[in-house]
């Protein structure tokens, strides 16, 4: 009789060491069906440094067409002072190539890069509609490694969101982002940006404002599959020197759980509430 007591007290000891270890893994990363702060503050890094390459490449574009076709004059542009800029055309193509160094540079909005972008687009500046490509060489975004291609295709059109025709940047996004802690996440999804002021000012970067829409997936280190759509355009502006939107909605989804993002009503600031189980917070998205 001792013995069967004993035995199943050893059997409840071991239930008990392993529902313990299953917490811990839980705590220590492992998939949940809940979505939390950091992980919106994580993927909204992601968006920030999307946002600022894309800006990279959509400069250098409008930098060489002014060059080649508008009046000669005082140019506002987005990169820093220390940006060197290598410029060769082949085959009715050109290529930038933006090198930041290897100590990098800082963006106005205060974001820091360094190493590699190429830009490559077509010389006929002529066409309504153009691609322009990008790729990374020992590229970092505030500390984040970079990797991965990215096209743009730039039409200019009138849309639903402004009657009068204006540069609309299709981005088809396929990119690795390792962070500083060894953290490895992919991102893929398609994202519309229309530039809806600013654009008959070419010479002053500081008026541009743009709306965007689109999707993505983000795949966390963990596995977590974690996805976002725009339901409310997002609206930036390059007065703000700011890499988060200043108004509209994002909604997030991950293993069955939701949370909507609201990044309020147009303020220069890196303020958003998250909304989820019903409990709104403010959050501040600063890189």
Known sequence: MKTKIFFIGTLAALSFFASCNSDEKTNDG???A???????????KIDASIDDVTNI????????????SKPSGPVKNFLPSCATITTVLTNNTWTRTVDFGVEGCTLENGNTVKGKMVISFSNDFASSTQTISYTFDGFYHN???LQGSKSIVRTVK???LLATAHPVFTAAIDMTITFDDGGVYTRKGTLVKEQVEGFDTWFNWDDNA???TGSSTTTFPNGDTFSAEITTPLQFKA???RSVAVKGVLSVTKNGATAVVDYGD????TLATITKDGVTEEVDLKK
């Open 34 to 44: 809940t979505i939390t702060k950091d992980e919106i503050i994580k993927n909204s």
């Open 57 to 68: 490449a959509e400069d250098q574009f409008s930098a060489q067409q002014n060059v080649t």
């Open 30 to 32: 492992s998939s949940s």
């Open 239 to 241: 007065s703000c020197k």
């Open 143 to 145: 500390g984040k490694k």
């Open 158 to 160: 009138t849309t639903d």
């Open 210 to 212: 743009y709306l965007v």
């Open 266 to 269: 147009g303020t220069c600031d």
